[in-house]
């Protein structure tokens, strides 16, 4: 069997280059906080078992849930597109809206702290794990330096 | 004609049309090229059509189709579902199981005891048993009845069920393998500690054919850059993955970057992109190459191919391709031809897609490496050459 059956180049594109490239870019990028945010860590939510492997993607990812995981229930303005009857359709949203908030914000600020738990979880394992690793690395090169040479 | 050297493939459905996987489809291309060089070939498979339900939809007996005697037997009745699907859950979540109860995941797989029954009564007639794909039950049963002259065709990805040990045994068992690609034939030999040297690559050939890119945008008013997707839509392909992260690519960049879709299954798109899919269902062979022709990158989301035939359709259609770089095969397609590039996350996808789009000279180019890669090593005259060997 040869290895070298599938081996081909193309003129003038070097595809691993260009990712190489690529990837310093991201890099980069993510250093400037250029993709942090919920939007990414939404984009990500069917990737993450394909992430596995990659430890630094990991870190990105948790930055984005970190950005993401408190929803913001404070008051909002009411405003009303349609200028006919606007002063009384928004008065009629503010009322509606007084009403409701008392219920919703509750709902809300405990969806926030159960987000936020489930965040300071996770972290919490990613750490216990990376430290359990790490102490067991160091193990293993302890042990390895008590082996006779071959 | 006694002495012509007789073949039979061994699959779970006979591909008769585009409903059925790659695999079937492999497997009959490669039996049509074999009854071309005078092979005598038989293809023995079930009478099911539809792979959830696997409801016997044929009528068992003998059909010649292109010169292939095709074998149609039943699916056996009595399948124990609630014990398949609950060891299938554990076995997916990647759950210790025993090897019984791996048994018994198999014994109520699917099966057909009259296949099981030809083979033993017939199969010494054959100078070679090709069967595939692995995860299927009948291709584990029917592999024991032969295995001095059967060559196992996997199409293995790297996922749970590649880890049984009642798979193992199967691939130890046979006399050889045939694999799509190197990086499929290296992960046999990492999971199952195979002497690659009983083994061939050899892939399926493809036939060039001319396309008409403005024809397709004008058929579909189509004034938008788009990528593409043809194939099955469904989690283990990636589909949500290439959804959520052409959504989030919209709206970050502000270009209007359509996806158009051909294939079947079921999809939920995220409302805002909704609007922005060209979901073509079926389509015929000449429609789905132009409209891969015309697009900025055929985008493959799945990191579980044994060989994608799609990808390289779309170089000889001419157009780039943007794969998930997890997916080893299609990574090293793409490092080998040039003709792609990859993502691990949707920044890279984003400066990927982007590098394309504003690129006109280098999708092109791109293109272009794809297709001398597809014509190099995936003519029909090199698939031929590399089958007979490996039959041999």
Same mark, same amino acid.
């Given at each position: 069997m040869s290895t070298g059956l599938f081996e081909i180049g193309a003129d003038g594109v070097d595809s691993q280059k260009i990712m190489a490239e690529i990837q310093e870019t991201v890099a980069a990028k993510m250093q400037s906080g250029a993709y942090a945010g919920a939007q990414l860590a939404r984009a990500e939510r069917f990737n993450l078992m394909n992430m596995k492997k990659d430890e630094n993607f990991f870190d990105f990812y948790m930055e984005s849930l970190r950005e993401a995981v408190f929803i913001d229930i404070n008051d909002f303005e009411i405003r009303e597109r349609? &200028? &006919?009857?606007a002063p009384l359709l928004v008065k009629l949203k503010k009322t509606i809206w007084g009403l409701l908030k008392f219920y919703t914000y509750r709902l809300w600020s405990q969806q926030n702290q159960v987000n936020g738990l489930l965040l300071s979880a996770t972290e919490e394992v990613d750490k216990k794990y990376r430290d359990k690793i790490k102490s067991l690395e160091e193990r293993i090169v302890k042990l390895e330096s008590r082996l006779p040479p071959p | 004609m006694s002495t012509l050297p007789r073949i039979a493939f061994v699959s779970p459905r006979f591909s008769e049309g585009p409903t059925v996987g790659g695999a079937e489809t492999l497997l009959r291309q490669l039996a049509e090229r074999l009854v071309v060089k005078g092979w005598q070939v038989d293809y023995l498979t079930t009478?099911?059509?539809?792979?959830?339900?696997? /409801?016997?939809e044929i009528l068992p007996g003998r059909v010649s189709i292109a010169g292939i005697t095709v074998h149609y037997f039943p699916v056996d009745s009595g399948r124990d579902l609630d014990t398949f699907i609950s060891v299938q859950n554990r076995i997916s979540r990647g759950a210790e199981i025993t090897r019984d109860e791996e048994l018994s995941w198999q014994k109520n797989n699917v099966n057909s005891q009259a296949l099981y029954q030809y083979l033993k009564t /017939? +199969?010494?007639?054959?100078d070679r048993i090709v069967m595939g794909p692995y995860l299927f039950a009948l291709v584990y049963f029917s592999s024991q009845i032969h295995p001095d002259r059967t060559l196992l065709l996997p199409c293995l990805?790297? /996922? %749970?069920?590649?880890?049984?040990k009642t798979v193992r045994e199967m691939f130890l068992n046979v006399k050889g393998w045939i694999f799509n690609s190197e990086p499929e034939q290296q992960l046999a030999r990492r999971l199952? +500690?195979?002497?690659? %040297?009983k083994s061939h690559i050899v892939g399926m050939g493809l036939a060039e054919f001319a396309t008409d890119p403005a024809a397709f945008r004008q058929r579909h008013q189509l004034n938008s850059p788009y990528l593409i997707y043809s194939g099955r839509r469904e989690p283990m392909k990636g589909t949500p993955i290439l959804l959520d992260y052409l959504e989030v690519f919209r709206e970050r960049t502000g270009v209007d970057m359509k996806l158009v879709l051909t294939g079947s299954g079921p999809y939920d798109p995220p409302p805002q992109l909704a609007p922005h899919i060209l979901d073509l269902g079926f389509v015929p062979e000449k429609e789905k190459h132009d409209a891969m022709s015309g697009a900025v990158a055929f985008c493959h989301p799945s990191?579980? /191919? %044994?060989? %994608?035939i799609v990808i390289l359709e779309s170089w000889l259609a001419g157009a780039p391709v943007l794969v998930h770089g997890a997916g080893e095969v299609m990574l090293d397609h793409c490092r080998k031809s040039n003709g792609g590039l990859w993502f691990r996350n949707y920044p890279e996808f984003e400066e990927s897609l982007l590098l394309l789009l504003t690129r006109q000279g280098l999708r092109e180019s791109m293109g272009k490496a794809g297709k001398r890669y597809v014509q190099a090593h995936y003519s029909w005259s090199s698939v031929e050459s590399r089958l007979l060997a490996a039959l041999s």
């Open positions: 349609r &200028a &006919a009857f | 009478c099911a059509r539809n792979h959830f339900t696997w /409801e016997n /017939e +199969g010494h007639q054959y990805h790297d /996922e %749970s069920f590649a880890y049984l199952y +500690g195979l002497d690659i %040297s990191v579980n /191919e %044994s060989f %994608s």
